[in-house]
């Protein structure tokens, strides 16, 4: 049970952290300071988003051997997949720096929940 509560705050967390940049992004859309794809946003959180619900199944599987491997795999993963997209489309490459910010906010949210979750299993 505590293990499942753990993971609901986390996921709860992790929600409302999407939805307050998903609302920057609208903000500085509506005050014409930058023009952001949500494609791409929404490819950068649902990335993050599987890699955070296949980490906490292995936490509630108790498997903490492999919770690491797991988060580094979808680390190189979404790295590969936001190349592609600055290979292919004109709009990421026009604005990469707000592209790449949005990328490390979710990677440090990854990061922090994946600490977070192997203190818990020692």
Known sequence: MEK?????KGLGLFLLISAVLFALQWQLAENNVVELNYKIHILIFFI???????????FAFEKKNVIGFIFL?????KFFAMGYIAVFQKEFRLNIVPYFVLYWVYL??????VLKLVKKQD
């Open 48 to 58: 993050t988003l599987i890699s955070l619900l296949t980490i906490l199944i292995v």
């Open 4 to 8: 499942l509560i753990v993971v609901l």
């Open 73 to 77: 795999g979808f680390v190189v993963f």
């Open 108 to 113: 440090l949210v990854e990061v922090v929940f």
